[in-house]
């Protein structure tokens, strides 16, 4: 049972957990060593402030520090003895369980964790309920940590809403080195090259390169420390991706179009392995349709009241805006099955529909 | 004036022009070498087939074919006086040019093209009129192209909703492969990377490598003839992105955090140069809701008709899915002065509204 839980800390990441702990009906009290963090968090709803003087120990304590940070005050939360059960949301996991031992913290009650959710904004006024829903949580238990201290926390996570998912701590420092620190340097050293070029050149830029240098936008301090952490890992993996890149520029340089081949077609290969967002890769092609729409009032409504007058759920929408264009695309995802049917009740309907 | 065109090459690109350009009452002749493509096009509305026997020049002719194909269907294109004035739509345009040129073509009614737009996907089937919709469409003019040439072709891209922009061919071909070419072999190169993560690694994988890897999706072959035109400009970048991520390797391993907090730093001051979708950055947050949505028929279009109610245009629309979850949470964009009213009455209304 998960019926009350303190926050050790109201960034985005904590302030996140406790709204949904509390949306959940959990009684989450909140500290931050911030006093105008932990205002704005409690403003928010996450929670009430942690009473200076505890009188009865809480279901799960969630240290979320910096990485850095962890190993102390998860020993002062256990010396209080805030919780009956701890976990920590640090992304990098075998640094941070090594000091933890060291400070001789109790390692029975603490189950290492790390929440895959994330934005590039930070802080209290950042922090989502629904920041986890359906993301991955890992959980990082060592032989000696007690089962219902890991029941508790997996409770924990799906009371956020995420998948929790039990790793071992130095095959997710792998893991996380690969899908999310590297790419985050490689990200940064992308939007680095950027600087080369006039306004011109920038001008050209387009998705592909907003993407590819959206994560580099991140807190500059709290990556490195992240990086630094998880070095080991993450050089390999950066190694591999910068001789790749060294390789392929030396096979243009010298004209040899195999190697630059073999890299897309490797390329594309790993991009087919990237789940998607819902865990089943991206929406086929034929289960999308693109509707014209005015940019007015209600214009939206009247084509969800459309679709679902002809009985189709629309599962996913992009809407695609034109500036200086009084329209916009809106790109409806449906099942397969009943594209076609949405498609000639739109178009019936006098919607400008394509496939 | 553009009232009719030619388009060579009815795949992604050139069935997109065509379509804009059949939108606005342009007189639309197709051609292409693979008769399925063509008919394809004719049927999505791109057009009517070429006629075998032209009689009169039209307006203006796109060639819309591969970098490698363009000197010789542009040679073939002047040699029927398919038209008065000749663009392609090239990515890289010095070696392009280079090779028209010794082909004997007429220069002065020809204007490099290149139109920043594009998919993952491929050929007519993908073709959207919206397609280059507030994008950037550069055109590379040499010293002797004929000035109306220019303008006929600077309205043709107008009339596709596109900005254009002068450049010089070799600035264009660096600038491109600083935003588009590099970066699409970076996010090959991180994908690649991908292969040697196991099942539960890439469980662990978010949005961040999801964004760093869309665009190693695309056409391996497209892309190869893509890198190899530009190879000089797009090696320079990799060489440098290259060495940065070697360095950021090295200093991880010797633990100088220096070298790794630098990198990190220029890339966030780049990302701060690169213009966001609708050329303003990304929506304030103030200006977004979010709203707890039940994965059933209807839902979103109650979500929206309640909005319209409100009084309340909602200007853009995401929906994250929750696997597992019955329920998703849409996040509504809106004029800031707008978001507190429609908070107030979704609420009212019982939806779970987040800001």
Redesign the interface.
């Known amino acids: 049972m998960v019926e009350s839980a303190v926050v050790v800390g109201t960034g985005l990441i904590g302030t996140s957990i406790a709204l949904a702990l509390h949306q959940r009906g959990v009684d989450v009290a909140l500290s931050d060593r911030d006093p105008a963090a932990l205002r704005l968090a409690c403003d928010l709803g996450a929670g009430r402030p942690l009473a200076q003087e505890q009188t009865e120990p809480a279901d799960v304590a969630v240290v979320a520090v910096p990485p850095g940070a962890v190993p102390a005050v998860l020993r002062d939360a256990q010396r209080r003895g805030l919780a009956r059960v701890y976990t920590d949301v640090a992304s990098v996991k075998s640094s941070v369980v090594r000091r933890v031992a060291e400070l001789g913290c109790d390692l029975t009650s603490y189950v290492p964790g790390h929440p895959?959710?994330?934005r590039e904004?930070q802080g209290p006024g950042?922090a989502?309920?629904?920041l986890f829903?359906?993301?991955?949580w890992?959980l990082c238990p060592a032989a000696g940590t007690d089962p219902a201290a890991v029941k508790t926390v997996t409770l924990l996570a799906e009371l956020c809403?995420a998948?929790p998912?039990v790793?071992d701590e130095a095959?997710?420092d792998?893991?996380?080195a690969?899908?999310?620190h590297?790419?985050?340097?490689?990200?940064?050293?992308?939007?680095?090259?950027?600087?080369?070029?006039?306004a011109?050149?920038?001008?050209?830029?387009?998705?592909?390169?907003?993407?590819?240098?959206?994560?580099?936008?991140?807190d500059?301090g709290l990556?490195?420390e992240i990086?630094?952490h998880n070095?080991?890992p993450?050089?390999?993996?950066?190694?591999?991706?910068?001789?790749?890149?060294?390789a392929?520029?030396?096979a243009?340089?010298s004209?040899d179009?195999g190697v630059?081949?073999d890299?897309?077609?490797?390329?594309?290969?790993?991009?087919?392995?990237?789940?998607?967002?819902?865990?089943?890769g991206p929406t086929p092609?034929d289960a999308v349709l693109?509707v014209v729409i005015p940019?007015?009032?209600?214009a939206?409504?009247?084509?969800?009241?459309a679709?679902?007058e002809a009985?189709?759920?629309?599962?996913?929408?992009?809407?695609?805006?034109?500036?200086?264009?009084p329209l916009g695309?809106a790109q409806l995802s449906v099942v397969p099955e009943a594209r076609d049917r949405l498609a000639r009740a739109l178009t019936e309907g006098g919607w400008s529909v394509?496939?």
């Open positions: 895959m959710g994330g904004r950042a989502r309920a629904d829903l359906g993301r991955s890992a809403g998948d998912l790793v095959a997710h792998r893991a996380v690969l899908v999310s590297a790419p985050h340097a490689v990200s940064a050293a992308v939007a680095a090259s950027l600087l080369d070029g006039d011109t050149a920038l001008a050209l830029a387009g998705q592909g390169v907003r993407d590819m240098t959206r994560i580099a936008g991140g500059v990556w490195r990086l630094g070095a080991g993450v050089a390999a993996v950066l190694e591999r991706v910068a001789a790749d890149l060294a392929a520029a030396a243009l340089r004209g179009p630059v081949e890299l897309l077609e490797r390329g594309r290969a790993g991009h087919a392995r990237v789940p998607g967002k819902r865990g089943a092609d693109s940019d007015e009032p209600g939206l409504g009247r084509l969800f009241a679709a679902a009985g189709v759920n629309v599962e996913d929408v992009r809407i695609d805006h034109s500036p200086g264009l695309v394509h496939r």
